[in-house]
């Protein structure tokens, strides 16, 4: 982990992610080795900022398709595919793992961005605003694994504006805890101080 002004980062440049708890000691991967290094150090961290997981998802398929080989040591697409979504179900496993007290002696907020599109959703057949994913195996479960997701965007007059409930095309929630907070919070927020509203939403944390 790299150090600059008080804050901890890392250059991704092996952008590999492991499968499963047996492929990890052979694999190459700068996420996990944040990860590994935030559940066994003493920090004072209090959030992780991933900008964006489109990005590295998107590069770690291309790795995949480069890799990943049949029996007979040809590259093997269709492998790849089905290795990427193993890889990413795992990740975001992962991701909840940081912030669970239960499991991690050193929780953080995990906060990411995810590019979205229009795509059909497997589970109601609708066509919806899904996060940016190759294959159809990660992207019903993504927003599970986060208790708020909240979608941005700027408006034609230059606003931006944060949506804290879906409508229907997209999905987007508020889990906070606090019953006066979670009703407190409008379904549309106009110019927000996302910082500010997500101590809110964690309880002034």
């Known amino acids: 982990m790299e150090h600059i002004d008080g804050l901890h980062y890392k250059t991704i440049v092996n952008v590999d992610w492991p499968e ?10 700068d ?13 004072q961290i209090k959030v992780v900022y991933f900008d964006s997981i489109m990005r590295w998802n998107w590069k770690l398929l291309m790795y995949l398709k480069d890799t990943v080989t049949n029996a007979k040591g040809a590259r093997d697409l269709m492998r790849a595919y089905g290795v990427f979504g193993a890889k990413m179900k795992m990740f ?5 793992s940081l912030t669970d007290v239960s499991v991690n002696p050193y929780p953080v907020h995990f906060i990411a961005t995810w590019g979205t ?16 994913v190759d294959g159809k195996m990660v992207p019903p479960i993504i927003n599970f694994h986060w208790d708020d997701v909240l979608r941005l965007e700027k408006d ?40 500010q509203y997500l101590q809110m939403f964690n309880g002034g944390d």
């Open 117 to 132: 599109g229009m795509d059909i959703d497997e589970e109601t057949g609708r066509r919806m605003e899904l996060p940016v």
């Open 20 to 29: 499963s708890a047996s492929e990890k000691a052979s694999c190459k991967s």
């Open 156 to 195: 034609d007059a230059g606003k931006y504006l944060m949506y804290t409930s879906g409508r229907g095309r997209f999905d987007a929630k508020v889990s906070c805890g606090d019953k006066r907070i979670r009703e407190g919070i409008k379904d549309v927020i106009e110019n927000p101080n996302l910082y």
């Open 92 to 96: 975001l496993d992962t991701i909840a």
């Open 31 to 43: 996420i996990m080795e944040v990860f590994d290094w935030i559940r066994k150090n003493p920090h």
